[in-house]
């Protein structure tokens, strides 16, 4: 804590018991009206510069500094999905022109692929990064530990190599979390082995991780341990002290969770959150013998721009603060998308991100 806040909670009778992230000692002005701590001007203007935000409740006894980085998700710009496409220095540049400061990189083609940067080209994409002032807290992996049928193939090992690979190059780029998924549930293989492989490989995949001092953050994506409570029993399993949550409110939204609830009791656990927004479109086939519709389930979901969709995101990142989250922001647009793939689309929904944010008051 800055000799400020020290200084104004001691003239009050308080003593703070929670302050979090350590280190972090941006000034504040207390305003009797709003009895909030507020950025100084000066202060405000290097967190619009960064987009980062400090928001400091106070009360008698407590301070509790709320504190999330935006970042902007490479795989936005992959391509992938029929949208126009970026290689990582463009997008670096794009992230940047933005208004992003940081930025989560895809861990394969056409992005940060083991097969494609060398030490070299990691050490380029650093110097691109440096040079627009942006950081790159977040490497990306596309995991599923389910294994194979065919024994003989070492899915498993190839994976941790690949998760491995992952925090050795972002290791080079200031990066210090690995996401991963768990595995897809398959009818050829009991879900109890499905689980206990993924425990196993997560268990080495943190202890690899753990030599390049990086945290791996599960994203609740895959079938195992997407719902909440799983995801918990399953975090318990794997029993690492650097394995850590990316939890997402996609998820728990289309499966009818609580989703402050969700948020507030993942928050402790949670280091990174993946954001975009969908609609819920119900489909129906036409059954001619009764001139009449049948629903058919589940619904179509698709991507919209940020605070156009059904999820309730004002409750998920007050969950998120309430439970004492202090992480990463990630806006991505992995599917298609309403408006379309064109650049100045992306670009749209991109900005759209930063402006929520802002105008809903989690950042400043």
Known sequence: MNEFA????????????????????????????????????????????????????????????????PCLFSISYGG?????????????????????????????????????????????????LDEYDVSCPVVAAYTDFAGMPTAEVPAIEMQIAYVESLCRMGQGLGAHIVRVFTAYETNSQPLTTIWNRVVGALREACDRAATFGFTVAIQNHHDVGVDSEALLELLNDIDRPNCKLGFDAWSPALRGEDIYEAALEMAPHTVLTTNADYVCLPRYQYRPEFVNYERVEPDLVRAVPFGEGFIDYESFFA??????????????????????????????????????LAETGQIS
């Not at 992480?327 to 402006?355: F, H, K, W």
Request: hydrophobic share 40%; glycine share 8%.
């Open 6 to 69: 020290r200084n104004a909670i001691e003239e009050r009778g308080g003593q703070p018991n929670h302050l979090s992230p350590a280190g972090l000692e941006p000034p504040f002005i207390l305003t009797a009206s709003t009895r909030h701590w507020l950025p100084s001007d000066a202060e405000r203007q290097a967190s619009v510069a960064r987009f980062r935000r400090f928001s400091v409740s106070f009360t008698l006894f407590t301070v509790t500094l709320f504190f999330m980085q």
């Open 80 to 128: 992938l999905w029929g949208q126009a496409s970026l290689d990582l220095p463009a997008f670096v540049a794009k992230a940047a022109s933005l208004g992003y400061r940081s930025v989560m990189l895809a861990g394969k083609r056409p992005h940060l692929s083991p097969l494609d940067y060398s030490a070299d080209r990691v050490a380029e994409l650093k110097a691109v």
């Open 319 to 356: 969950g998120l603060r309430d439970g004492g989250f202090a992480g990463i922001a990630t806006y991505e647009m992995c599917s298609p998308l309403r408006g379309g793939g064109s650049m100045a689309n992306l670009d749209r929904c991109s900005a759209q991100y930063l402006r929520w």
